[in-house]
């Protein structure tokens, strides 16, 4: 234990001068993020309260719903802890810089384990637990919970996030032994490719859509049997679910069984884990040492592309978008993202196709506007998540060399709209292909395909000046590994300031949508009020969208100009 704590006392320190700064900028910016924090924690207790109550009304069915929603939270909460804990695991204990300096001095393989364990475990496991509290919060209030129920809460969280760091750490030893070669790069590619297979698995398993076919099922008993599922015995998320749902709809019956099956577990994989971290790490760490090759950058028809492609642009935004570009190709950890986004882009759409639209007792047409407009703030969300990953950390990705742009002879706010521009271009062949493509799945009319593209284009453009102008006010140029950028303060206050516009934009144009598909569906003409109404509405997205356009832009600009440290 003196080891571990002489491992992360470096690391304690350094988190406890950070809280210690009276520095007013830093002051305000954690006031700022507390508060941005709680309203958005606010917003999410709000839904889920009023979902929890409204199921709590509903007889028989409400309780065996509101356990089904616990039970998808749980297992959302697992996938995303597993893979988080793969890319902190592989930063922590194979890329961290420090390692070189740890293995060569006399420390105990043991203690190294449990202190990089720790460390995978508080950085990848922060912001879900974080961000869980008002889900189950709303839990305890909705159905009146007291004392025991949050003694059973914490109980369960603590074996839950251990279990998820175990599975992610150990995945991310074992194919770091399996790939030495090419390194991450394969692993990137094998993650991505996992996660696509397991999240499509776990929608298809889940089956959304026979939640609202009844008639598919011969029996109610079939009915209540499938909305009861998934109920295997085998899986983690589901003990915790059972823990929680065995003190809300049981009255504590088996909640005592499923918390010692989590501490057992979790506890016995720490154990487990060791011992293979003990046969397996250093050669392991030594192999992933290796360097990667950049075969797809040195092939001259890349080359020639993009010399092409990029043949309009002034010589300095020509070398700032080709630096970028060959760096995007070259940084595995960066473009295998790809092959993750396209698997949730395939389950995304997929779940549109599937909807038995033609069986509600909704008119059709109404029913898929209505989800076609819900689907529009859904594909910004997803918009805004992807630009954290790959607009955000544009101007942090730069690293300790970024005072070569400040000295070398580039306007700034060049620099910042090169990448602006390349990372708008790619977002929103993204978000149009989203709209587009689930549009045309449900078939709507003219009006709606209309609003949605053109209201999408215009979200990419405040969403990617938000991303690039927070990373430029929120720098990370000294982090170890480029996944931890987004995770920061700014990742987390750019995350808010998405879904804040997101929503605006959403809630303005409700009531002129509506409006307009009740006078088609009515076959009746608008009235001079509501054509006000409509103009008002769409005026104040547009001006809302060009705020948004603009200021973080200007902001990131001034900010980079009179950074001077890097």
Known sequence: MNQVVCLLYPKIIGFKNRLSIRDRSVIIKLTLGITLGLCFWAGIFAVFYRVLVYLKGIEALGDILAAKLLSMVFITFLSLLIFSNIITALSAFFMSEELQLIISSPVDGASLYVTKLLETMVNSSWMVLLFSLPVFLSYGIAYQQHIPYYCVLIGTMLPFI???????TGIALGLTLVFPAKRIKDIMILLSLILGIALYCLFRYVQPEKLVDPESFRT???????????TSAFRRSQWA????????FRGHDGALFNLLLLWSTGLAGMVLLQRLFGKVYFEAWTKSQEASSAKLTRHTVVKRMLDRVLTRLTPSSRAIVTKDLYCFMRDSSQWSQLLV?????????????????????????????????LNLGLAGFTLAAVAVRFAFPAISIEGESFWIIKAAPLDLRRFMWCKFWLNFVFL????????ICSNYLLRVG?????????????MTFGITSLSIGCGAVYPRFDVENKAQIPTG????????????????????????????????????????????????????????????????????IRKLSVLEKY
């Not at 679910?241 to 809300?248: E, K, S, Y």
């Open 241 to 248: 679910t059972d823990a929680i749902a065995a003190l809300i």
């Open 162 to 168: 251990i279990i998820g760091a175990v599975l992610g």
């Open 220 to 230: 109610v008993v079939e009915y209540f049997a499938s909305i009861e599922a998934p």
């Open 489 to 556: 303060f700014g990742g987390l206050i750019y995350m808010i300031l998405a879904i804040v516009f997101i929503g605006m934009v959403i809630v303005l144009e409700a009531g002129p949508v509506y409006m307009v598909l009740m006078a088609q569906l009515r076959r009746t003409s608008l009235q001079t009020i509501q054509w006000i109404e409509i103009i008002i509405s769409f005026a104040a997205v547009a001006a809302i969208n060009v705020f948004v356009f603009y200021l973080p832009m200007k902001i990131g």
């Open 341 to 373: 986004l396209s698997a949730i882009i395939f389950i995304y759409l997929y779940n549109f196709s599937v909807l038995p639209l033609e069986k509600s007792p909704f008119p059709t047409i109404y029913l898929q506007n209505f989800i076609s407009f």
């Open 428 to 435: 929103l062949v993204l978000a149009e292909g989203l709209i």
């Open 446 to 458: 003219s009006f709606m395909m209309l609003v949605s593209t053109i209201t999408i284009a215009l």
